[in-house]
Every structure is written in structure tokens, then in C-alpha cells.
């Protein structure tokens, strides 16, 4: 079974950068769509991003548009799904999880989850 794992996370001042990664290991991912998702506390999991699966396509919440960036490379590297998040928020502070869909394109629900990590963005 696809497991994913989630790194990256940390705690960072306002306006600086994050790069968080999503990879397994056993499995590639080169035939998935991957999301991104975050959930704050007492609030709903939002999705943040998707790239399809030959990372031709994708997608972002408009409240990170312009400030991450997700991003794959098949060739280079199958087993790893990136967000690099530029100009942080307070805001943006929550657990960060990636997903991995079945299908290759940013439709339908997501089969595979990972844990997550914390990303805090305070002064």
C-alpha cells in the first residue's frame, strides 16, 4: 500500500519560506495526482494544491496563489511531490498533509493520505 510522508515543516517568521516534501518509499508516484491540504486548529481541512500526475497540470487555493508553488519531477525523481511556500502568514500556520489520488488528474477523491507536519508561522 502507497504511504506517503510529509517533511519540511517548522516554525518561521512571517514573510519567509517554507519547502515541504511529500515522498515514499517502495512505490513511486509518477502515476498519481498529488494534493495538498492543511487543516488549522478548530478549523475544516482546506485543499491548498494539485498537480497531476505528469505534473503538466495544476492547481491552487486562492488564498496561496502566487505565494506556493507545487511541483514534481518524474525524471529526476519519481518519489517526490514538492510545495515551496514563499511570503508566509500567520495565517498559514496548521498541519500541512499531502493525498495521493489513483486517477491521474486533480478530480475525484484523494485514496492515499500521509500524517502531516506542522508548519507555524509566527514572530
Known amino acids: 500500500q502507497l504511504q506517503l510522508v510529509e517533511s519540511g515543516g517548522g516554525l518561521v517568521q512571517p514573510g519567509g519560506s517554507l519547502r515541504l516534501s511529500c515522498a515514499t518509499s517502495?512505490?513511486?508516484?509518477?502515476?498519481?495526482?498529488i494534493g495538498w491540504f492543511r487543516q488549522a486548529p478548530g478549523k475544516e481541512r482546506e485543499e491548498v494544491s494539485c498537480?497531476?500526475?505528469?505534473?503538466?497540470?495544476?492547481?491552487?487555493a486562492d488564498f496561496v496563489k502566487g505565494r506556493f508553488t507545487i511541483s514534481r519531477d518524474n525524471e529526476k525523481n519519481a518519489n517526490t511531490v514538492y510545495l515551496q511556500m514563499n511570503s508566509l502568514k500567520p495565517e498559514d500556520t496548521a498541519v500541512y498533509y499531502c493525498?495521493?489520488?489513483?486517477?491521474?488528474?486533480?478530480?475525484?477523491?484523494?485514496?492515499?493520505w500521509g500524517q502531516g507536519t506542522q508548519v507555524t508561522v509566527s514572530s
Open positions: 517502495g512505490f513511486t508516484l509518477e502515476h498519481y495526482a
Open positions: 498537480i497531476t500526475a505528469s505534473g503538466g497540470s495544476t492547481n491552487y
Open positions: 493525498a495521493a489520488r489513483s486517477i491521474r488528474l486533480c478530480v475525484g477523491l484523494y485514496d492515499y
